[in-house]
């Protein structure tokens, strides 16, 4: 199973963490992968001026609400396929 973790700290709080959760959210619904991705919140990975950040397969991002779905689709369904 693949760890997607959203920051919940402050600056990406701010800047929508928890709208970028729940689509999320509903993109592992949608696309029938709870299976292979488990979404986790994460405190301060670190990269605080480029908000809201997450990390996949040990790599940080820059996500918003957005791109979010997008996002998912490219990079986590891209990799869980294989």
């Given at each position: 199973m693949a760890d997607?973790?959203?920051?919940?700290?402050?600056?990406?709080?701010?800047?929508?963490?928890?709208?970028?959760?729940?689509?999320?959210?509903?993109?592992?619904?949608?696309?029938?992968?709870?299976?292979?991705?488990?979404?986790?919140?994460?405190?301060?990975?670190?990269?605080?001026?480029?908000?809201?950040?997450?990390?996949?397969?040990?790599?940080?991002y820059s996500v918003?609400?957005d791109t979010a779905?997008?996002?998912?689709?490219?990079?986590?369904?891209?990799?869980?396929?294989?």
């Amino acid at each position: 199973m693949a760890d997607l973790k959203i920051c919940v700290g402050s600056a990406c709080h701010l800047k929508g963490s928890y709208d970028v959760i729940d689509i999320f959210k509903r993109c592992v619904q949608s696309r029938d992968v709870a299976d292979k991705v488990e979404i986790k919140a994460a405190f301060c990975l670190g990269h605080c001026t480029e908000a809201v950040s997450v990390c996949f397969m040990d790599k940080i991002y820059s996500v918003n609400a957005d791109t979010a779905e997008n996002f998912f689709d490219e990079v986590v369904m891209n990799n869980i396929r294989s």
